[in-house]
């Protein structure tokens, strides 16, 4: 089945550096991911839909400059946040949605990464 | 305004005893109902889906989730709880026109022996 592929599965850093974290759709083209941010012990957030060959997407109160996505290939997608400090500690979640599933069917075909855990010093 | 609800922050079972997580949902548009389930630091595992038809949907794990519009709930049910379903659950809302998911709070489901 889908897989994707998320790393690293857990970084720390110091505040003030950047992170990347990369999602990679193994075994299918992704036209289309999206990045979630958890917080413990809540829910999954939508941050940003992130197409293929072009800006992503931000949901609203969602600091576009603070968290850069690029989605460069089909199979790739990486979520970097600048300048990290400790309140950007969370958990990041990517899904990925197959090229080949309509977006009628869109839903159907999301394949969740496992997640990358950020902590902030 | 788009909402889902888990009103279960935590549930506590026996292990073989039955279960029931409740969802309850508030979307404008016709409803695409999902429910997910999560192991500790892991991502998610899709348990079900509903887009039409029956009403009640079977999904892996032996759980199913029944469809009630009239309820708007989706809630799901398995008929005997292994030690290995201890997890975090959600259920989630979409609809056909987009692949955003909306996401209830999530119930933690804590199984004893």
């Known amino acids: 089945g889908a897989v994707v592929s998320q790393h690293p599965s857990w970084v720390i850093c110091k505040s003030g550096t950047s992170v990347k974290i990369e999602c990679r759709s193994l075994?299918?083209?992704?036209?289309?991911m999206f990045w979630y941010r958890q917080f413990p012990k809540q829910s999954l957030m939508l941050m940003a839909t992130?197409?293929?060959?072009?800006?992503?997407?931000?949901e609203q109160g969602v600091e576009k400059d603070k968290f850069l996505i690029n989605h460069a290939s089909l199979t790739l997608s990486t979520l970097t946040v600048t300048s990290a400090h400790p309140e950007d500690s969370s958990f990041y979640i990517c899904?990925?949605?197959?090229?080949?599933?309509?977006?009628?069917?869109?839903?159907?075909?999301?394949?969740f990464g496992a997640g990358s855990r950020l902590t902030v010093l | 305004a788009q909402s889902v609800t888990q009103p279960d922050i935590h549930i506590t079972v026996s292990e073989g005893a039955s279960l029931e997580l409740r969802c309850n949902y508030s979307?404008?548009?016709?409803?695409?109902l999902f429910w997910y389930v999560q192991s500790p630091g892991q991502g998610l595992q899709l348990l079900l889906k509903?887009?039409?038809?029956?009403?009640l949907v079977q999904g892996i794990k032996g759980f199913e989730a029944e469809f009630k519009r009239s309820q708007s709930s989706f809630n799901l049910r398995k008929p005997s709880v292994h030690w290995s379903d201890a997890a975090e659950y959600f259920c989630a809302v979409g609809s056909y026109n987009t692949d955003k998911l909306i996401f209830g709070t999530g119930t933690r489901l804590q199984v004893f022996p």
């Open positions: 509903y887009f039409s038809g029956d009403t």
């Open positions: 899904s990925a949605r197959d090229r080949g599933g309509s977006k009628f069917s869109g839903a159907n075909v999301l394949t």
């Open positions: 075994d299918f083209q992704a036209t289309t």
């Open positions: 979307y404008g548009a016709t409803p695409y």
């Open positions: 992130s197409n293929e060959g072009s800006k992503a997407t931000y």
